[in-house]
């Protein structure tokens, strides 16, 4: 059972940047590709960006492309989301999320082990 830990939200203004942590409980090696969605209050939660277990494959969501870049440590058994240019359109609550298959996809049901999320606010 893998246990995800995020950290680094906050409040921030606009065109700022946060970097936004996720730790593992275990090696990383069983969690093969990591993504961050986020959600805002009744929305549902979206995808943001994922990253394959060697780093070589990510994907990203068309409105975070750019700005934002996922990343990962595997020796530190950590994944990273750094956010450049916020915008108040980012403001929501993140999610770090795993599955044990080394393929992205972008639906919240493929994967398996989720964090408790850190809230991101960008205020105008």
């Known amino acids: 059972q893998v246990q995800l830990v995020e950290s680094g939200g906050g409040l921030v203004q606009a065109g700022a940047s946060l970097r936004l942590s996720c730790a593992a409980s275990?090696?990383?090696?069983?969690?093969?590709?990591m993504a961050w969605f986020r959600q805002d209050p009744g929305q549902e939660r979206e995808f943001v960006a994922a990253?394959?277990?060697?780093?070589?494959?990510?994907a990203y969501a068309d409105s975070v492309k750019g700005r934002f870049t996922i990343s990962r440590d595997n020796a530190e058994n950590a994944v990273y989301l750094q956010m450049n240019s916020l915008k108040p359109e980012d403001t929501a609550l993140y999610y770090c999320?795993?599955?044990?298959?080394?393929?992205?996809?972008?639906?919240?049901?493929?994967?398996?082990?989720w964090g408790q999320g850190t809230q991101v606010t960008v205020s105008s």
């Open positions: 275990e090696r990383t090696s069983t969690a093969n590709t």
């Open positions: 999320a795993a599955r044990s298959g080394n393929t992205i996809l972008r639906f919240t049901a493929a994967y398996t082990y």
């Open positions: 990253i394959t277990r060697g780093g070589s494959s990510t």
